[in-house]
């Protein structure tokens, strides 16, 4: 079963957004990403069955201006209860989530807001035996945590070139 996790900056990528490593090859790159998942089926869409990605999908992509970033929010509600996606179950945990290595002391400034990637990735590989990877479009901070996250089994894939060196 191929599936992914789509970060949220990937739509934002795809729908125009204007920060600097968002060049246009970047765009174009999530733009076929979203195509991939949307159009061509290639692979499936990893999301929880709390909504608590689609709330971030929700409050980042609702613009009502019909932009592609809004299309793929469009196609996740739509096919949120099909088999075009796979619905996993994350325990919030405070800040954090259950599921979350937090007793990993490589990842304790991992990015709070971005704990729930990988607390659906650990879930999608403990039911499915099967790594889903993160779909990450041009947030440098990720790639400081990339050898600690691998140790755990979680593949983060880069669609776009990194400009900056991450702060």
Request: aromatic residues 8%.
């Amino acid at each position: 079963m191929n599936a992914k996790l789509i970060d949220t900056n990937v739509p934002v990528i795809a729908d125009g957004d204007r920060s600097p490593q968002a060049t246009k090859e970047c765009r174009l790159a999530c733009i076929d990403m979203l195509k991939r998942l949307t159009i061509q089926g290639e692979f499936k869409l990893v999301v929880d069955l709390q909504w608590i990605i689609l709330k971030e999908y929700k409050n980042n992509l609702e613009r009502h201006q019909g932009g592609l970033g809004e299309q793929f929010l469009q196609w996740v509600l739509t096919h949120f209860k099909t088999p075009d996606c796979i619905l996993v179950r994350i325990t919030p945990d405070g800040a954090t989530f259950k599921e979350f290595p937090n007793s990993d002391p490589a990842l304790t400034k991992f990015d709070v807001a971005d704990r729930k990637w990988i607390a659906a990735a650990l879930v999608h590989q403990q039911e499915y035996e099967l790594s889903a990877p993160i779909m990450q479009a041009a947030d440098n901070k990720w790639r400081d945590f990339q050898a600690s996250l691998t140790r755990h089994g979680i593949v983060i894939e880069f669609i776009c070139e990194v400009l900056a060196p991450s702060k």
